[in-house]
C-alpha cells in the first residue's frame, strides 16, 4: 500500500508480509526451528557474512521475527526495528551498544524499577555512571551532558511517577551538545506517539504491553530512527565514519544482539504480530475507561492525589495533550492513607487482579513501593522517591461501571 491517506492500522493490516507463505497464509506461519539449511558451502558463507540477506541461526534472525519487525517498522515509521526477549532487554541492548567504561547517562531518578536497577548497579559495575537529575529542567540537563555522556534517556511517562518531560525540548539541548535522544514509550503506542516528531533518535517499547496483544507474552522492541550522526559517539565513531547513520543498527545486528543471545522468540513474535493488529483498538478503550476512572476516583473523599496526566488539573496535561493527543496512557496512580490502607484496599479487590504488568486485556493493581522497588536499600528508595502510601492502577478493558463498583466495594468497609 502507498495511499498516505490510509490510517497505520489498515496499512499494517493490508500490507503483506516480506516472505510470501509458500502456501498463502495471511498469519505469518511460525518458524519453530534451530538453523536453516543451504545448498551450497558458498550460500553458507555468503549467509554468515550478511551478504544475501538468508537467515542462518535462530539466535541471530528468524523469519517470524523478521515479519514482526517489519510490521513495528510500518506502525512506527522507523527506519529500523529489531526485536528482542523482553523490554529491559531492549535497553540494555541499546546500552551496550553506545556505553562504555568512563561513560555517563544522563537521566531521571523516577524510572521504572528495573531500569533504575540497571542503571544503578548492573552497568554501573562495568564503569557506566548515571547521573540522575530532573528532566524537566533543560538547564540542569545541559549541566550534567559532558564529553562521556552516551546518551539523555527518558520514559515518555515515568513509571509510576507519571512525569512528562518536554521532549523536543530535551532533544534540542541533547543533539546541541552531540548526544543522542533515548526515550522509553511503553506507556503509549505509535498509533497516539510519533516519536521522531520530538526529536527521540533510538526509541525503547516493551511490547510486553499494549502490542502483545493482552499480556499473551513478553517481548521488546528497540526503534532506530537513523537521526543521529554517530560520529559524535566515542563508541561508534570508527564505525560510524563508515556507515553513517547504520552504524547504531550494524553494531547491534552484526555483533551485540547476536552475542548477547536476547532476540526475539518466534513463538512471540507470532501472537505479538497478531496484538499488533488490534493495539489501536485496545488503547482507546482502555483510554477512554482510565480517563473516566481518574475522573471518578476524584469524587472519592478516601482517595488523594490521583494522577493521570489526561485529567486537565494534572500538571503536565498540555504537555501531555501536545505529545500524545486525547489519551495519555492507560495507567493511573491514587494515594490512599498508608501504607496499610493500600494493602487492605489491594486485598478486597474483586474485578481488579492482583499482578504486576501493564496494559493487560485485564486492570491491574499494584503497590509499587513494596514490590517493584521493594529490594531497594532505604537510600535509594528515597532517590527514587516512590511513596509507600500510592497505588498504580493499569486499566484493562473491563466495563468501566463494574471497575468503579469494585473500588468501591474495596474501600467502604
Known amino acids: 500500500m502507498t495511499d498516505k ?7 499494517l493490516l493490508a500490507k503483506p508480509f516480506p516472505q510470501k507463505d509458500a502456501h498463502g497464509a495471511i498469519s505469518m506461519p511460525v518458524y519453530i526451528t534451530a538453523a536453516f539449511e543451504f545448498e551450497t558451502a558458498e550460500e553458507m558463507e555468503d549467509a554468515f557474512l550478511g551478504k544475501n540477506g538468508k537467515h542462518t541461526y535462530s539466535r541471530i534472525s528468524n523469519p517470524t521475527v523478521e515479519a514482526f519487525e517489519s510490521r513495528v517498522q510500518s506502525v512506527s515509521g522507523a527506519k529500523h526495528a529489531m526485536a528482542v526477549a523482553s523490554g529491559m532487554a531492549a535497553i540494555s541492548g541499546v546500552f551496550t551498544t553506545i556505553a562504555y567504561a568512563g561513560s555517563n547517562i544522563v537521566t531521571s531518578p523516577h524510572l521504572f524499577g528495573n531500569t533504575f536497577s540497571l542503571f544503578c548497579f548492573t552497568l554501573k559495575e562495568f564503569g557506566v555512571e548515571p547521573r540522575f537529575c530532573n528532566l524537566l529542567d533543560v538547564n540542569e540537563v545541559e549541566k550534567q551532558i559532558d564529553e562521556n555522556t552516551c546518551a539523555v534517556y527518558t520514559e515518555i511517562i515515568t513509571n509510576p511517577h507519571m512525569e512528562i518531560a518536554d521532549l523536543a525540548a530535551l532533544a534540542n539541548v541533547a543533539h546541541q551538545k552531540g548526544v543522542p535522544l533515548i526515550a522509553d514509550s511503553t506507556l503509549v503506542p505509535w498509533t497516539a506517539f510519533k516519536a521522531p516528531d520530538f526529536g527521540v533518535d533510538i526509541e525503547i517499547t516493551s511490547s510486553t504491553k499494549y502490542i502483545s496483544g493482552g499480556a499473551t507474552s513478553i517481548g521488546g522492541i528497540i526503534l532506530d530512527y537513523q537521526t543521529f550522526d554517530w560520529r559524535q559517539s566515542k563508541k561508534l565513531k570508527s564505525l560510524a565514519e563508515k556507515t553513517r547513520e547504520y552504524a547504531f543498527q550494524i553494531k547491534f545486528r552484526g555483533e551485540i544482539g547476536r552475542n548477547i543471545g536476547a532476540i526475539m522468540a518466534p513463538q512471540t513474535a507470532f501472537l505479538q504480530n497478531l496484538g499488533l493488529e488490534t493495539m489501536d483498538l485496545r488503547f482507546k478503550e482502555a483510554g477512554k475507561s482510565c480517563l473516566e476512572l481518574a475522573l471518578f476516583l476524584q469524587t472519592l473523599p478516601m482517595i488523594t492525589n490521583v494522577n493521570y496526566n489526561g485529567l486537565p488539573s494534572n500538571p503536565f496535561y498540555e504537555i501531555g495533550k501536545k505529545q500524545f493527543g486525547d489519551y495519555p496512557g492507560a495507567m493511573l496512580t491514587f494515594c ?78
Request: net charge positive.
Open 5 to 11: 491517506s490510509i490510517s497505520p492500522v489498515t496499512d
Open 336 to 413: 490512599l492513607k498508608d501504607r496499610a490502607a493500600c494493602f487492605a484496599f489491594i486485598n478486597r479487590v474483586k474485578v481488579i487482579r492482583r499482578a504486576t504488568n501493564l496494559f493487560d486485556n485485564k486492570s491491574l493493581i499494584i503497590h509499587p513501593e513494596s514490590t517493584i522497588y521493594g529490594s531497594l536499600t532505604p537510600a535509594y528508595k528515597k532517590i527514587a522517591e516512590v511513596p509507600d502510601n500510592m497505588l498504580r492502577l493499569s486499566v484493562g478493558l473491563e466495563n468501566a461501571e463494574d471497575l468503579k463498583a469494585d473500588i468501591l466495594q474495596a474501600l467502604i468497609r
